[in-house]
């Protein structure tokens, strides 16, 4: 018998879809006012230091970049008092987790997570043939901590915990964190995804991973969200050099690019922007938040840069979604997380979240006469 091209796990995988392009839909509706609420990006754009560093580079783009980075990585060794062997770099946070994927999953090892996280992992971890154990959440949208440690055994392969989580914005404490740790083999890998960590550091019962030294865990953070390089793709991973030294063994030799690195010096410089950023995003949460308790929504408690609500069902998400779209407003709906009946919203600036609540004060009549508010 004729083996398969290709896999019956990579046939069944779907493409992960990305928020709708702000070009492309300024020419599907000739709109000239447009903001993008979708994907999670700091609305304050990049730090101007990086923008120059990214800038003084491109000169030099003939050349191929330095593979070991030896620059960025003496800036996140001064950052988090580590050595370089403790660090790998790669096009984003998901381009980390592509590298754990092919460095540590066969077809068939088990991997436990919670349902409804981020989905750019779920992908990668089925690209590889793996068996998800995704357990589900608490009423809160919390991870259920005690059904996890059920479910751990010493043939799971890897544990993934995006903390805080997206697209829910909730997270584990400190607790939580160090109760599923007692449950959890020195031979299982744990992935702590901590791609929010700058807006959900300031929470006192967040759990820094850098505040740990467990030898199985792999914490990933990525400079596409707080500083505002998504475009350029640059993300790091922390962990024992046993484990950073097999990534580093099936990773792209010239990954990230030279602007990535350079962009990455240069936001690193830049407190002041950071700290404009995490200011504009505690103001627009807090109005955002009001908002949709004040129109009788339900939104999720979030210590990230986006608020999920529950709209009822998945003909009200997408209607929703869609009158935002006729008017400029693009927001995310969460069918390809499984949560149909949800959308999320990322945090603008005060102008775009203005945008936002005017579109929606003008679709809520029609959209209250048709779906009402979910129970």
């Given amino acids: 018998m004729q083996k398969k091209l290709v896999p019956d796990y990579i046939e069944k995988l779907e493409v992960y879809q990305a928020g709708k ?8 509706k000739n709109l000239t006012r447009i903001s993008k609420l979708a994907s999670n990006e700091n609305p304050l754009g990049p730090s101007p230091m990086a923008i120059r560093e990214m800038t003084n580079i491109l000169w030099e783009t003939h050349r191929y970049p330095d593979m070991a980075a030896y ?49 750019g992992f779920l992908i990668l971890a089925k690209s590889v043939g793996a068996k998800l154990i995704q ?18 055994t010493a043939e799971t392969k890897v544990v993934y915990i995006a903390n805080p989580d997206n697209p829910t ?6 607790e939580e964190f160090d109760y599923l740790m007692k449950h959890v083999s020195p031979h299982t890998i744990v992935i702590l995804d901590e791609a929010y960590f700058e807006y959900a550091k300031e929470w006192p019962d967040y759990p820094d991973s850098m505040d740990y030294r467990y030898d199985n865990v792999v914490t990933l953070r990525t400079f596409s969200k707080a500083y505002g390089l998504g475009g350029v793709r640059v993300g790091y991973g922390f962990g024992h050099e046993t484990l950073i030294g097999a990534l580093h063994k099936v990773k792209l030799p010239f990954e990230p690019s030279l602007v990535a690195q350079k962009g990455a010096l240069g936001a690193l410089t830049d407190q002041p922007h950071l700290d404009r950023t995490l200011s504009n995003n505690r103001k627009r949460y807090q109005e955002t938040f009001d908002f949709l308790k004040r129109h009788n929504f339900k939104p999720i408690s979030s210590v990230c840069n986006f608020i999920t609500f529950k709209t009822g069902s998945a003909e009200a998400s997408l209607d929703l979604y869609n009158s935002l779209l006729d008017r400029g407003v693009i927001i995310r709906p969460l069918r390809a ?39």
């Avoid at 392009?21 to 599907?28: F, Q, S, T």
């Avoid at 620059?71 to 370089?84: A, V």
């Avoid at 357990?135 to 751990?152: C, E, G, T």
């Avoid at 914005?169 to 400190?174: A, I």
């Fill in 169 to 174: 914005g909730t997270y584990l404490t400190k």
């Fill in 135 to 152: 357990v589900p959440r608490l009423s809160n949208y919390k991870y259920d901590v005690q059904a996890m440690a059920k479910q751990i």
């Fill in 337 to 375: 997380n499984l949560m149909p009946d949800h959308v999320r919203v990322s945090i603008g600036t005060k102008i775009e979240m203005q945008h936002f609540f005017e579109a929606m004060e003008q679709v809520l009549p029609t959209y209250t006469e048709k779906f009402g508010r979910p129970s």
């Fill in 71 to 119: 620059q960025l990585k003496k800036s996140l060794c001064d950052l988090y008092r580590l050595k370089p062997e403790n660090i790998v770099l790669g096009n984003g946070s998901e381009g980390i987790m592509g590298y754990i994927c092919r460095a540590f999953l066969q077809e068939g090892d088990e991997v436990v997570t919670a349902t409804n996280t981020f989905i």
């Fill in 21 to 28: 392009p702000v070009d492309e839909l300024a020419r599907e």
